[in-house]
């Protein structure tokens, strides 16, 4: 069963990795779902972060509260999404450093900080695979737009 991303959820996205990333800068937000339904993402959380046009570093103290949110809704980060100047692929360091390392765990790249389509289009999807390293996967058999 593909994951289930609602169409506002996506354009929320697009609205932060916009808003904040201003054209100049990358930006992150994060694809939240109840680990209750397995499927389905139901919110988009943007995390508080510094960013420049080649890399984001995501608050420490803002995370440790998300981590404790999750905890106590019984929800889980299935996506990361973040933005790259040019062309949307995995590079070295967001190979390095997921922010959960469990097999399945999904990585959307968004291209041209996210002022093109507020879609799919030229996007990368890479999913941690059982040897604990990211693959390139096609979204198309991953995620669905609901
Ligand atoms: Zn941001």
């Known amino acids: ?16 990795l916009r ?18 339904h397995p499927s389905l993402v139901s919110e988009v959380r943007h995390p508080r972060h510094t ?23 019984g929800s889980g980060v299935r996506v990361q999404v973040h933005t790259h100047p040019g062309t949307a692929y995995h590079s070295a360091t967001d190979d390095a450093f997921p922010l959960i390392h469990t097999p399945g765990f999904l990585s959307l790249v968004i ?11 030229d996007a990368f999807l890479a999913r941690i695979e059982p040897d604990g390293r990211f693959h390139e996967v096609r979204i198309a058999d991953i995620l669905e737009i609901v």
Request: aromatic share 14%; hydrophobic share 45%.
């Open 19 to 36: 808003s904040c990333g201003g054209g100049r800068r990358e930006c992150q937000a994060l694809w939240v779902g109840p680990w209750a």
């Open 51 to 73: 960013a420049s046009a080649v890399g984001f570093q995501v608050d420490h103290d803002w995370l440790t509260d998300f981590w404790l949110d999750l905890a106590d809704s």
């Open 1 to 16: 069963m593909k994951l289930q991303i609602p169409s506002a959820v996506l354009a929320q996205t697009f609205h932060h």
């Open 111 to 121: 291209p041209q900080f996210a002022q093109g389509p507020a879609d799919f289009t």
